[in-house]
């Protein structure tokens, strides 16, 4: 395969949040035109606009009642891609819905910290993503070889390099890291870097393997977590091993790794980087376990 040379990754832009309104405050918005009906402030269909709207005033809701600063800012960033056109456009109708002026002053003192409290929150993640494009050209810089060239697929040492600059970088493996790793990969395909895109979908498994992998050692939540640090090439084997000597069922290892997608899909921020590579590592192993107990139930 075509190697590609480990200088090309300096290239890469940083991809700044672009999910992230900043919006004029409420006295200004008033000026601007709007629906009138709550279905009308969004868009698709009246159900799902209204489902929204349901949803957005719910997080206001709760806003509104914080009883502190602190907890307001933890609402904020719990929320923070919540924090769209729809979510100020609802503010703006709410606020021109109140009839109580001392209702409207708290309305607009809420959304004047959220607007300080998101811009600060960008601003740092702007920061993140900055700093970890350093952090992402040293694990790449890992997988190279003595000249700072790449070749697919790494061979074990290069694996085990990777491994260890992601352990090295444990505290930084965050959203702006998986950010930028998926910023890098739209440009590499972009480009046609068809190696580059190969090799950050190999570090995002190498970090899922890490993010994943648990302590048991024994029975069938040992068996999975040896599949699920293993190299993707020896997951089938490893099943298939276990298989035949009696140490998994197929039931019972499928039933391990649901709880495992399962505390994955809950424990974690919704529609975050980091949910969506560890999940879609998860569905890829159910993939092939379901492909080898496939096969060994037709060879029987």
Request: glycine share 8%.
């Given at each position: 395969m075509r190697a590609a040379s480990s200088r090309a990754v300096k290239a890469f832009g940083v991809r700044r949040p672009a999910t992230v309104v900043r919006p004029q405050r409420l006295g200004q918005q008033q000026q601007q035109p709007r629906s009138l009906s709550i279905v009308q402030s969004f868009d698709g269909n009246a159900g799902k606009a209204l489902k929204e709207a349901a949803a957005l005033d719910e997080l206001i809701d709760v806003m509104l009642e914080a009883k502190s600063q602190q907890e307001l800012s933890r609402l904020v960033a719990e929320n923070i891609f919540s924090f769209d056109a729809k979510f100020w456009m609802r503010i703006a109708t709410r606020n021109d819905s109140l009839k109580n002026e001392a209702d409207k002053d708290k309305l607009k003192a809420v959304a004047d910290t959220v607007m300080v409290l998101v811009d600060a929150m960008v601003k740092q993640t702007e920061q993140q993503l900055n700093d970890s494009a350093a952090v992402l050209q040293e694990v790449l810089k890992a997988a190279a070889d003595e000249k700072g060239e790449w070749y697919l697929p790494l061979d074990p040492e290069q694996v085990s390099s990777v491994r260890a600059a992601l352990d090295k970088h444990s505290e930084r493996l965050d959203e702006a890291l998986l950010s930028n790793?998926?910023?890098?990969?739209?440009?590499?395909?972009?480009?046609?870097?068809?190696?580059?895109?190969?090799?950050?979908?190999?570090v995002l498994q190498l970090y899922a393997a890490k993010a994943l992998r648990g302590?048991?050692?024994?029975?069938?939540?040992?068996?999975l977590n040896e599949v699920v640090f293993a190299e993707e090439q020896d997951w089938e084997p490893i099943?298939?091993?276990?298989?035949?000597?009696?140490?998994?069922?197929?039931?019972?290892?499928?039933e391990v790794l649901q709880k495992k997608?399962?505390?994955?899909?809950?424990?974690?921020?919704?529609?975050?980087?980091?949910?969506?590579?560890q999940a879609e590592y998860l569905k890829e192993i159910e993939a092939r376990a379901k492909t080898v107990f496939r096969q060994l139930a037709a060879a029987q």
């Open positions: 790793c998926f910023a890098w990969m739209k440009k590499c395909q972009d480009d046609r870097m068809d190696t580059m895109v190969a090799l950050l979908q190999k302590q048991e050692a024994e029975g069938m939540a040992g068996v099943i298939r091993r276990a298989a035949a000597t009696g140490d998994v069922a197929e039931a019972a290892f499928m997608m399962e505390a994955t899909v809950l424990g974690m921020q919704s529609g975050s980087y980091a949910q969506r590579v």
